[in-house]
């Protein structure tokens, strides 16, 4: 076992505070990661104040991680010391189930495991994320990072990058489908880099008047303000896609109402309270409300390829450990460009 410093939620309203915690012994297969820098999601903070109503306390929360390789245990082929390396939201899965057989671990009917707030398969051992030193894990859930990227903007890559590179390339965004992207926060601007990559026409839908020079620079093509009725109006029928990314709760019917014939409003935002969408607004220009989790681990792997390839990172502010409880107060706020990213040398 080593002892790991972290950072951990005790309950659902404490701050965050100083933690300890002991790694697993390395396994044949396992591979012990130092962590250099962890993104911060959304998720983090609707697990941390129990918002989904599935929370394991102490929480060590972080599925954005990166850092180097310092051990690998007997068996491992994929990595060896001092490689660059990165764990996602996901830690195992049952690997034997048609979806596990299919690389899309994070649908697995066994139950995949969680990178934190979760139980390993043995179904008593808590998982504990990246707001710490260091992890263990099987390579199996291991993704290769390039050396050529801004290791900091990477991390956020891991969940936020993922969650919506994964369903634009299952629904096959490219070239003449118009997009909208509903909220400019961590996901909401990966979502708009990739759909700008893939050549759509890509429309940003955000309730911040002040992103709307961000939003451009970031590729979109046009930014519509979602309080402002006439702009909302002039969309009507408008978007082949509109991909959601709002964390708070908000009404889908107003963006539904945004899709042209056959269109399709990928939810990938988790707000805590449940929405009422009449059955009208989608039988009338027979459109689809869907959602879709984080990505498997090929694609994962496709998607830190991409990245590297096309020179695609995260925008990001780094942090200490200290200034998470902060972090958080402000990301509330929408007060982030776009992803916290926490500096694990200041732990
Ligand atoms: P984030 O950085 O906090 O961004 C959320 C954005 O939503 C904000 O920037 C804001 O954009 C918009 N927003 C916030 N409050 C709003 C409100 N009251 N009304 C309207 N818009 C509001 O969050 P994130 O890390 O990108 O995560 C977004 C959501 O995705 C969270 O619910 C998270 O749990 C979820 N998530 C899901 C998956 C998955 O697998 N499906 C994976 C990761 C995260 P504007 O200011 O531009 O309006
Ligand atoms: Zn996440
Ligand atoms: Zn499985």
Request: aromatic share 8%; charged share 20%; with cysteine.
């Amino acid at each position: 076992m080593s002892h790991t410093k972290a950072y951990a939620a005790y309950d659902a309203t404490s701050p965050l505070r100083d933690f300890e915690l002991q790694r697993r012994e390395l396994g044949p297969k396992d591979v012990q990661i130092e962590i250099l820098y962890c993104g911060v999601c959304h998720s983090d903070i609707h697990q941390v104040r129990n918002e989904w109503g599935n929370s394991i306390y102490p929480m060590v929360p972080g599925h954005e991680i990166v850092g180097r390789v310092t051990g690998v245990g007997s068996d491992v082929t994929k990595f060896k010391e001092g490689d660059l390396a990165g764990v996602g939201c996901l830690v195992d899965s049952c690997r034997e189930c048609p979806k596990c057989k299919e690389g899309l671990e994070q649908y697995c009917e066994g139950g995949s495991v969680g990178t934190y707030n979760a139980l390993e398969r043995d179904g008593k051992t808590v998982t504990y994320g990246g707001y710490s030193k260091q992890i263990v894990t099987t390579e199996d859930f291991v993704l290769k990072v390039s050396e050529k990227l801004d290791l900091q903007a990477v991390a956020p890559l891991l969940c936020a990058g993922i969650t919506t590179y994964s369903p634009l390339r299952h629904w096959g965004i490219t070239k003449g489908h118009k997009v909208g992207v509903l909220g400019l926060g961590g996901l909401g601007h990966m979502a708009v880099k990739f759909a700008v990559s893939f050549g759509a026409e890509v429309t940003m839908l955000s309730h911040s008047p002040s992103k709307e020079t961000d939003a451009r620079r970031l590729g979109a093509h046009r930014f519509a303000l979602t309080s402002n009725e006439e702009t909302i109006k002039s969309l009507a029928n408008h978007f082949d896609f509109i991909i959601d990314t709002v964390s708070a709760p908000h009404d889908y019917n107003v963006y539904l109402g945004m899709l042209n014939t056959n269109g399709v409003m990928i939810c990938v935002g988790a707000p805590p309270a449940p929405a009422q969408i009449p059955a009208f607004n989608l039988i009338f220009q027979r459109r689809s409300i869907a959602g879709s989790l984080i990505g498997g681990i090929p694609e994962t792997q496709e998607m830190l390829d991409y990245c590297a390839e096309h020179n695609i990172v995260s925008d990001v502010e780094v942090i200490a450990m200290k200034d998470i409880n902060e972090a958080y107060e402000r990301m509330m706020k929408g007060d982030v460009k776009y992803r916290f990213v926490i500096d694990l040398a200041t732990l």
